[in-house]
């Protein structure tokens, strides 16, 4: 099939453009000025070569009629959208402008979801994000060498009600504990900042909790988490990550799990009651 790629930032999307090629599609991607690596102009260039055209964030019309043209009537979402730049105060096209003028709030799940249904009334219906990465979503139970202790377990116990609690509200997925109190709540800075802010405040010892949202929409903003997310950790003193298993997107496979093991830190798939995954 020609399948759309609309591209933000990270690894994401050069993973599915790889995963779709695998499975014989043709792409079409959509790359975001002021989010996407040039870097994935290069990866568009492979075999097949897929083509690529670069739009600005606020430029929804365009990139309806750049997918229709290709014929594309299946799109995935891959890669971050910074939330500032949501509100950076960019010029709307007269789509995003119409899309804007309905919403009720701006947070994530009003304003992605309202772009999915203007996708959808033009003939593009939204993927599952994760849908040719199906592999490295993360699987449930200790996915490290190294258990969590049993301090680090009542961290972790204590701070799914939270998380659980924020994620419902669609303020971020992650929050950062220490001896059972939240020292910092992501909102919009991303996990990488919220970790650092939580070291700062707290020093070693912390433990994160990134979680999905009660209600998790795969076709977008997935959590996601990578070795960049154990760098924070470790110049952060945190020890313990705990993840949603077969929701959270980990973008370096089984090197994520290696590098943790490396740094002695420990990683945990947590069974949400949906969830019938097996430990790695």
Same mark, same amino acid.
């Given at each position: 099939m020609r399948l759309g790629l609309i591209a933000g930032n990270g690894r994401f999307p050069?993973?599915?453009?790889? *995963?779709?090629?695998?499975?014989?599609?043709?792409v079409t991607i959509i790359a975001l000025r002021e989010e996407t690596s040039p870097a994935l102009e290069a990866?568009? *260039? *492979?075999?097949p070569p897929a083509d690529l055209h670069?739009?600005?964030?606020w430029q929804l019309g365009k990139c309806i009629a750049i997918l229709r043209d290709a014929g594309v009537t299946r799109a995935v979402m891959a890669g971050q959208v910074k939330?500032?730049?949501?509100?950076s105060g *960019?010029?709307?096209?007269?789509?995003?402008?119409?899309?804007?003028r309905r919403l009720k709030t701006r947070n994530t799940d009003a304003l992605i979801s309202a772009v999915a249904d203007v996708l959808a009334d033009h003939g593009i219906?939204?993927?599952?994000?994760? @849908?040719f990465l199906q592999q490295l979503l993360a699987r449930s139970g200790v996915l490290t060498g190294r258990s969590p202790t049993e301090d680090e377990r009542a961290d972790l116990e204590f701070g799914y009600r939270i998380a659980d609690a924020i994620a419902g509200l669609d303020l971020g997925q992650t929050i950062v504990v220490k001896d059972r109190a939240v020292v910092a709540v992501?909102? @919009?800075e991303g996990t990488d900042v919220v970790i650092a802010r939580a070291g700062q405040l707290a020093g070693a010892g912390t433990r994160v909790v990134k979680v999905a949202k009660p209600a998790q929409d795969m076709r977008f903003d997935v959590p996601v988490v990578g070795i960049p997310t154990l760098s924070a950790m470790r110049a952060a003193g945190a020890t313990?990550?705990?993840?949603?298993a077969g929701m959270t997107l980990v973008l370096d496979g089984d090197a994520f799990y290696t590098q943790a093991d490396v740094e002695g830190l420990t990683v945990v798939g947590r069974a949400r009651p949906d969830d019938h995954g097996s430990d790695r």
């Open positions: 050069f993973l599915v453009l790889e *995963g779709a090629r695998r499975l014989g599609h043709d990866a568009a *260039g *492979g075999d670069w739009i600005s964030l939330h500032p730049k949501i509100f *960019g010029v709307p096209d007269l789509t995003t402008l119409t899309v804007l219906e939204l993927e599952n994000s994760t @849908m992501e909102a @919009m313990v990550l705990s993840v949603d």
